[in-house]
Structure formats: structure tokens, C-alpha cells
């Protein structure tokens, strides 16, 4: 089943918990959560401590996608703060192996992303240690984008890489997802969609979700 990731950029903030448990109830497999510092990405998010409040009532996996410089400094920080998945940025991290290795000896699933310039090939001596591939389809910073079409062909060669190096690596697709291009995103490779204006924007987040798994169906 491809799993979806609401992406609580687009929540209510006001309303965080509330927002958070209507996810979990509507059948959302995990929940992202963008971590931005104003300086790899222009805008600023949240940090661990609240990353750490999410954890305490959250039902279903914390799907952590930093999009900060230095990730290598805070990764430890993200996994003492209940990070399920961690994701890092290739463009951003400057001891990769390592922070990978830091991240999969926590114990939790290791990610690593890719902005849309950067080439697929830069994952190459890294596919083999990692859970997942986070593909930007969007550049990196704000909600609301609209998708970028060259991210399919991108999803295609990471799914060819994937199979190549006999790694267990799944795809995650982030930037611009919404109902109408699920399936496309989906059949190019993609095995988790994170999805944020899309999902928060609308009034039955479980009309939504009914509607994804439907529009998904007999794919992952
Ligand atoms: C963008 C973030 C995304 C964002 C997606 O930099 O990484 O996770 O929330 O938002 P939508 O689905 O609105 O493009
Ligand atoms: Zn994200």
C-alpha cells in the first residue's frame, strides 16, 4: 500500500493536536514534519523540543525531514526527540556516511533527499546503507508549490538505482502531491507521498484519505 504522509506544514498551528489526531483519525499512515532554519531553505520552521511535544500524541510514525544546514550538528538531537524516520539532505550534509550511520544505529529508518537539480547519480555511493530516498518535487522551503514534471523521470532512475544496488531503499515523494497527480507520482516509483496544502486545505481530511486510497488502488 503506498502510504501517506500529511505534511503538517499546512496545519493549523493553532490547533496542532487537534489537526494531528484528525490525520491519524482520517488514515494517515505517518506525519511529516519540516524542519526549516532560514538558512538551507528560506523559511523557518520548528525545532526538536516541539518535534518532542508531537511525539507524545502522536498514534503513528514521525516522518522527520530536516532542511537545515550543518544536519550532521542536530541529527542526534531529531532522534532524541522521537524521530521514526530521519531525513537529511545530500546538498546539506557534509559527513553523510556518518550521520546515516548515527541515525541507523539509533535504531530508527535513515532518509536522505534530494533537491530537484540534484542529480540522482549523488545517492551512489549511499543507496545502500539508507531506508529511504526523499525526492524534492519542488525546491525546498514552502508549501503550496506546484509540482516539478522532470521529478517523474527522476523517481523512475532512483527506482532503476534502487533495484541496481539491491537496496531496500523506498521512495518518498514531497513538493506539490495532490489527488489529481497521486497515481502518476505514485507509478513512476514513489512509495510514500507526503502531501501538505493538499490534505490540510480541505474540510474532511477522511473524504480526502478515502478518495487517495481509492484513487491508488492495486499500486505498492
Ligand atoms: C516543502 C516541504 C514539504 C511541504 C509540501 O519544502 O518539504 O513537505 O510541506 O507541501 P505541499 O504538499 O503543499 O507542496
Ligand atoms: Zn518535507
Redesign the pocket.
Known amino acids: 500500500m503506498i502510504k501517506i504522509s500529511p ?1 503538517i ?2 496545519a493549523d498551528f493553532m490547533r496542532l493536536g487537534a489537526e494531528i489526531k484528525a490525520a491519524e483519525a482520517a488514515g494517515a499512515d505517518v506525519l ?1 514534519i ?1 524542519i ?1 532554519d532560514g538558512h538551507f ?1 528560506p523559511n523557518i520552521t520548528i525545532g526538536p523540543g516541539v518535534v518532542e511535544s508531537i511525539k507524545k500524541i502522536s498514534a503513528i510514525p514521525l516522518d522527520v ?1 530536516l ?1 537545515i544546514s550543518d544536519p550532521d550538528k542536530y541529527a542526534e538531537d531529531f532522534i532524541k526527540a522521537g524521530s521514526d524516520y530521519l531525513t537529511v539532505h545530500v546538498e546539506a550534509a557534509t559527513h553523510l556516511h556518518r550521520t546515516v550511520q548515527v541515525i541507523k544505529n539509533a535504531g530508527i529508518k535513515a532518509g536522505v533527499s534530494l533537491n530537484p537539480a540534484t542529480p540522482v547519480c549523488s545517492l551512489d555511493c549511499i543507496l545502500s546503507d539508507i531506508d529511504l530516498v526523499l525526492v ?1 518535487s ?8 506546484s509540482f516539478i514534471p522532470s521529478a517523474l523521470s527522476k523517481i523512475r532512475a532512483i527506482k532503476t538505482a534502487i533495484k541496481e544496488k539491491g537496496s531496500n531503499a523506498i521512495i518518498e515523494v ?5 489527488p489529481a497527480n497521486a497515481r502518476e507520482v505514485a507509478e513512476a516509483g514513489a512509495d510514500m507521498l ?6 490540510f486545505s480541505v474540510e474532511d481530511y477522511g473524504v480526502l484519505m478515502k478518495d487517495l486510497r481509492k484513487k491508488l488502488e492495486g499500486l505498492g
Open positions: 505534511s506544514l499546512s511529516h519540516d526549516m531553505v525531514h532542511m524534492m519542488v525546491n525546498p522551503g514552502f508549501g503550496g508549490q514531497d513538493g506539490g502531491v495532490k507526503v502531501m501538505g496544502s493538499a490534505f
